[in-house]
């Protein structure tokens, strides 16, 4: 029997950073926070977040379009277009029913279902939109990028919280495996940093950075005096491709997908196990599967919220796992937290930074937290040679995925 192997094709990123993959790197190869005040949140107890610069819905993607679908769509369906146009396939040539969709999606659209809502509460039914159903469904988003591109094979959204969008990519990486498919589109997109909703229901949990007097350095993973993630929004897109199936075109492979591991916690609605033991096997099952000791990984792209406990957490996981754990970045440091795009979107940069044998800094680290023992990279970018980097991803509910990219 062959073993499938699956390797990465294409990819596309669009978030606070810059509308495209090559701009989002640039700027987090800059460490500069993208935080800033948002007028969208005007008036709220915390009323700042990472802001996609530039992005022009109705120009990118078609008028259309942006009638029937949610922010998260627009997202995602521009982000696709540009991966696949990385990868150099051709849709019009492509055999539909062996090509996949996997996307994650975590609360998707707020923005609709409290207008919505509005219009309820007042009993004016004719002021409901007859696109709220369609526009609020989590599948949309791989759904509009299907009718794109006539990717006519498995069609799904997924939901691990804010692991959603690195669970996707690995997800499709099975369907590539068993043999179901030949090539996937899968990643994550949100658009909860432009959500009312969003912003009061996390800040009163008590999940928000409340540093409104500096909203740059509000987002400060490993940080002593962290406080809370900041919103964000985005999407990260990768096209995985059947190894065989990519060679057989001569397409030019960035990397290739060796390894993925998913569990649950199983220990608390909201809050990271203690001793991340979610996380260590999430990142051993990863290991197993790409045949690969931990001393091979070279770096980790981690969840890095910014949060008090999750931060502690995933630390406590990487040195259990790698007893002396490779260099470690936080991309959520620069762009904020996208929720289900963020694992995909640190997914991507884990991509480029094994294909550049570069690591991003960590921004606003000014006084690493004692009780973090890692290698953080941070001030300026970090020269790494590294044939294998892992990217961690968690979520609420405990949800934890580690993904492991190798070279091409």
Not at 181 to 193: H, K, L, P, Q, T
Not at 243 to 264: D, E, K, V
Not at 280 to 309: K, M, W
Request: net charge neutral; aromatic share 4%; hydrophobic share 40%.
């Amino acid at each position: 029997m062959t073993t499938r192997s699956v390797s990465v094709t294409g990819l596309g990123m669009t978030t606070p950073a810059g509308v495209g993959a090559a701009a989002t790197w640039a700027g987090l190869l800059t460490g500069i926070p993208t935080a800033t005040p948002d007028p969208r949140l005007e008036g709220m107890p915390v009323a700042f977040s990472c802001q996609i610069p530039g992005f022009d819905a109705v120009k990118a993607i078609g008028r259309r379009i942006v009638w029937r679908t949610d922010r998260f769509v627009h997202l995602a369906l521009l982000t696709a277009r540009e991966a696949l146009a990385d990868s150099g396939l051709d849709p019009a040539a492509w055999d539909g029913n062996r090509v996949g969709v996997v996307i994650g999606v975590g609360a998707s659209s707020q923005d609709t279902a409290s207008r919505e809502y509005g219009h309820l509460a007042r009993g004016a039914y004719r002021a409901l939109s007859p696109t709220d159903v369609p526009r609020s469904m989590p599948n949309m988003a791989p759904a509009e990028i299907a009718i794109d591109c006539q990717a006519t094979g498995p069609n799904f959204a997924v939901s691990t919280a804010c692991a959603s969008g690195a669970t996707a990519i690995g997800l499709a990486r099975d369907l590539i495996v068993s043999g179901t498919c030949d090539i996937v589109i899968a990643g994550g997109s949100e658009s909860a940093g432009s959500s009312r909703l969003a912003a009061g229901a996390f800040w009163r949990m008590g999940a928000l950075s409340t540093r409104c007097h500096d909203p740059a350095g509000a987002s400060r993973p490993f940080d002593a005096d962290r406080d809370g993630f900041v919103l964000g929004e985005g999407a990260g897109i990768l096209i995985l491709e059947e190894t065989r199936h990519a060679r057989a075109r001569r397409a030019p492979i960035r990397a290739h997908l060796a390894g993925y591991g998913t569990t649950c916690d199983a220990h608390h609605w909201t809050t990271p196990h203690p001793e991340g033991r979610g996380t260590v096997q999430a990142l051993r099952t990863a290991l197993g599967n790409a045949a690969l000791a931990p001393s091979d990984i070279g770096h980790v792209n981690a969840h890095a919220t910014s949060t008090p406990a999750n931060d502690i957490s995933e630390a406590e996981a990487l040195r259990a796992v790698f007893h002396t754990p490779p260099p470690v970045t936080a991309t959520k440091s620069v762009i904020g937290h996208a929720i289900a795009g963020a694992g995909a979107i640190e997914a991507a940069v884990s991509v480029l930074s094994l294909t550049t044998q570069t690591i991003h800094p960590t921004a606003n680290l000014e006084r690493h937290d004692p009780a973090i023992d890692l290698d953080i990279v941070t001030k300026q970018p970090r020269q790494q040679r590294m044939t294998a980097v892992a990217s961690t991803s968690l979520g609420f509910g405990g949800q934890n995925t580690a993904l492991i990219f190798t070279s091409a």
